[in-house]
């Protein structure tokens, strides 16, 4: 199927039930006449994996998910000719995790007591105990420390022995109490039915508020206080992600396990998630800590290259902060998440500029990306700042937002904008000669080309989806679920058939190549991106004044 023509041919990106219900329908999409030698890759998004919060980035363990796929999936893949990047969740693992299970059975006997950071021994002699049984670091330590959510990143875990124990949890956590019933009460406390059914419908109401045991208000109930709070207390179970002591021998046999099972699956391309949060030291900033970030990274490089895979380091900072060029210095690919906001604006002003300068810093800095539009995520602005003004930025997201974008603040502040939620198609205006316009732009810019699957079929901001999901589920706008019927109307669009065009000729034309030779000219609105490998040429003349394009061979 895949010619295979150069080296950082396109990659289509999309959850395994993104095309369908399971990644055997995407893999009936591939195989369609109109798809031959339109991709060289696919990224498969981890709810491939058994796991369970945030679509799977939540990984339980790194077996097949089978309500979504198989391993037969995967063999007809690479049967298929098509190399696989996956992801590799580096900082943490699910509380359902069979690690985190063991820890919550046996406790400090657990061959995994380790395998996690318990937080009072970490911060041992750098702060004081609290009340709430854990340690507070002191100023000194903590005042330069980033935390991706308010507050010490904590989860309170229940030992068998009855203790609770402080372990770090950098992102999601939820704690469940059972909500006991007459019954229950009765059998804990040698109640009489009726006292034990009024004290259950106030128990579990303020459970529903979300009102912690020990504060809850057992008025008229004083007697039973201590029981109860203990008995919701060793009950619970948890949600979340778990951060992972890279200091335990055990995690790094965790660590190769994975990338063995990764390559296994047929993945040459390894994207490493919240890699930055994973080495941790009292005091230091708590993201992309140096030298230890790039220690830790070397050697999962060395595990990673005894079974043929590549590294693609994944990590948000602003173009002044240079981080995308040091990635790149430790001969790492990166992403660039500059060209989605760049591009968007460079349209908006009528000007290819900006991306004629960029095109040439990747080109002179020998700088190797993967470049993209839309993704599951959203459109990153933070990464623009230093490259654009806040000025500049503060229109583009505005310009989003009025086409019924949502912007994402990190951690909840305004002003500190992390990226906009919103289709690519639509943030471009929902005009097809726009997206093409685009489409055309990125295939020409420097580096491997990732296709969200709903930018390629134009697909509209999912307003219903974000309301369905409610409070933090902006990223559902971008997410939509495609049956195969919509997928048989779809390729009829021009604007489909057009992207597929260009992802074809990107894909089989040799004189494209992470080696090849790239010439930039930017005169008048137009902007020309011209490759030549072993003879082989290709240009782009795009004109920013009205979208138009032409591509010469």
Not at 252 to 266: A, I, V
Not at 317 to 343: C, H, N, Q, R, W
Not at 414 to 420: I, P, T
Not at 489 to 513: I, M, S, W
Request: charged residues 25%; proline residues 4%.
């Amino acid at each position: 199927m895949n010619g295979k023509a150069n080296d950082n041919g396109p990659m289509l990106n999309a959850y395994p039930d993104s095309c369908g219900t399971r990644l055997e329908d995407i893999i009936s999409v591939l195989k369609k006449p109109e798809l031959k030698d339109v991709f060289q890759s696919f990224y498969i998004l981890p709810s491939i994996y058994n796991s369970d919060l945030d679509r799977g980035f939540s990984v339980i363990d790194y077996g097949i998910n089978e309500a979504y796929a198989s391993k037969e999936d995967l063999e007809c893949l690479r049967e298929l000719g098509i190399e696989l990047k996956l992801d590799f969740i580096l900082n943490h693992a699910s509380v359902l995790s069979p690690q985190f299970q063991d820890l919550l059975k046996n406790g400090r006997s657990s061959k995994y007591a380790d395998f996690f950071i318990d937080w009072n021994k970490f911060w041992e002699g750098c702060g004081d105990m609290t009340s709430g049984g854990y340690i507070r670091p002191r100023d000194e330590y903590i005042k330069d420390m980033f935390f991706r959510k308010p507050g010490l990143p904590i989860l309170m875990v229940r030992m068998p022995d009855g203790s609770d124990v402080p372990y770090w949890n950098t992102f999601y956590q939820e704690v469940i109490y059972p909500r006991p019933d007459a019954l229950d009460l009765m059998e804990l406390l040698d109640m009489q039915y009726t006292s034990a059914s009024k004290l259950s419908e106030r128990i579990c109401r303020a459970l529903d508020d979300g009102i912690a045991p020990a504060d809850m208000d057992f008025t008229g109930y004083e007697k039973y206080r201590d029981k109860v709070t203990d008995y919701l207390e060793s009950k619970r179970r948890y949600l979340g992600q778990m951060d992972l002591n890279i200091r335990s021998e055990l995690v790094w046999e965790h660590y190769r396990d994975t990338l063995k099972t990764l390559s296994s699956y047929g993945a040459r391309i390894v994207r490493l998630d919240a890699f930055a949060y994973a080495p941790k030291e009292p005091g230091r900033k708590n993201f992309l800590n140096e030298p230890e970030t790039w220690d830790v990274l070397e050697r999962v490089r060395g595990i990673a290259s005894e079974y043929g895979l590549s590294l693609l380091p994944e990590i948000h900072a602003t173009y002044s902060e240079g981080i995308y060029e040091t990635v790149a210095g430790k001969g790492y690919m990166t992403y660039d998440f500059f060209l989605p906001g760049l591009l968007i604006y460079s349209i908006e002003k009528k000007s290819g500029k900006a991306l004629a300068d960029w095109a040439m810093e990747l080109r002179d800095k020998h700088i190797r990306v993967v470049n993209m539009l839309g993704c599951h995520d959203g459109i990153p602005l933070l990464d623009l700042k230093g490259m654009l003004s806040e000025d500049e930025i503060s229109d583009l997201i505005q310009t989003i937002v009025k086409r019924g974008g949502y912007v994402k603040d990190l951690h909840g502040q305004k002003n500190m904008y992390y990226q906009v939620n919103a289709t690519y198609y639509s943030a471009l205006g929902e005009d097809d000669r726009r997206m093409l316009f685009a489409r055309a732009v990125q295939m020409f810019m420097p580096g491997k080309p990732q296709i969200w699957y709903l930018d390629l079929f134009a697909g509209k901001n999912d307003i219903e989806a974000v309301h369905r999901a409610g409070a933090g589920g902006h990223k559902e706008i971008n997410r939509t679920n495609l049956s195969p019927d919509r997928i048989e109307y779809e390729l009829k669009r021009d604007v489909v058939k057009e992207q597929l065009k260009l992802l074809h000729f990107r894909n089989t034309c040799p004189a494209f190549g992470f080696d090849a030779e790239l010439t930039v000219a930017y005169e008048g609105s137009v902007l020309t991106l011209s490759w030549e490998n072993a003879g082989h040429t290709a240009t782009l003349e795009a004109d920013f004044s009205d979208c138009t394009y032409r591509i010469i061979q």
